[in-house]
């Protein structure tokens, strides 16, 4: 079976530092995989998406980035913190036309 | 317009009423119709999905879709304390799924 993993669970950092969120899937081969962003009162928001290794799309303009080194590995970073990069990082990976498989997410706050 | 509009809530309703979540779109491409459940603190779960118009039963689960009105709905009937969660509509678009902000359902005992 399919098992999607993150980490950390928690972070807190401070404005300026840099990022670095890991998400790996198992159990699939070629997924496409995405990353999400939630923060009070925003919902879901798609922040990266990608169909293959280095095929990345960005959704929404910011200072992050991602990236996709291997079939199954996503990574989500930044060089330097904002404030309003604080919320709840999800990853997921496509099963489908209407399935997604989200991993455990990270709550990061930037202080 | 957004492409997809939910109410956020929080809707608190007695345990064993029937709720009703709703969600609009504006996008008649749209094809598949779907709905989350998002507990506190953890990643959405897939709950029902439905293709086109009409409807789909899960035990106590009912996911309706108007295409005319552009109007999904899920229905949850005898609602328990463990349906407390965040309902999340959403759609397909291309590789996308466009969710919409979520529900926050309280189930009061």
Redesign the interface.
């Known amino acids: 079976s399919q098992t999607i993993h993150q980490w950390p669970a928690t972070l807190v950092q401070p404005v300026g530092s840099p990022l670095s969120l890991e998400c790996t899937v198992e159990g699939t081969s070629n997924p ?1 995989l ?1 990353w999400y962003r939630q923060a009070a ?4 928001q ?1 922040l990266f ?1 990608s ?1 293959g290794i280095g095929q990345i799309s960005s959704e929404v303009p910011q200072n992050l980035s991602a990236s996709r080194p291997q079939d199954r590995q996503f990574i989500l970073s930044s060089k330097k913190l904002l404030l309003s990069d604080s919320g ?1 990082y ?1 990853c ?1 990976w ?1 099963g489908g ?9 990270t ?1 990061l706050t930037v202080t | 317009q957004k492409e997809v509009e939910q109410d956020p809530g929080p809707l608190s309703v007695p345990e064993g009423a029937i709720v009703s979540l709703n969600c609009t779109y504006s996008n008649s491409a749209f094809q598949y119709f779907m709905w989350y459940r998002q507990y506190s603190r953890k990643g959405p779960e897939l709950l029902m999905y439905t293709y086109s118009s009409g409807n789909k039963e899960d035990g106590r689960f009912t996911a309706q879709v108007d295409k005319s009105s552009k109007y999904i709905s899920l229905f949850i009937r005898d609602s328990q304390p463990s349906d407390s969660a965040t309902y999340l509509c959403a759609m397909n678009r291309d590789d996308k799924i466009i969710f919409g902000k979520g529900t926050r359902l309280h189930i009061l005992p």
Not at chain 1, 41 to 44: A, F, N, Q
């Open positions: 496409n995405y009162g925003r919902g879901l798609l998406y169909v709840f999800l997921a496509g036309t209407y399935e997604q498989y989200f991993g455990p997410g709550r």
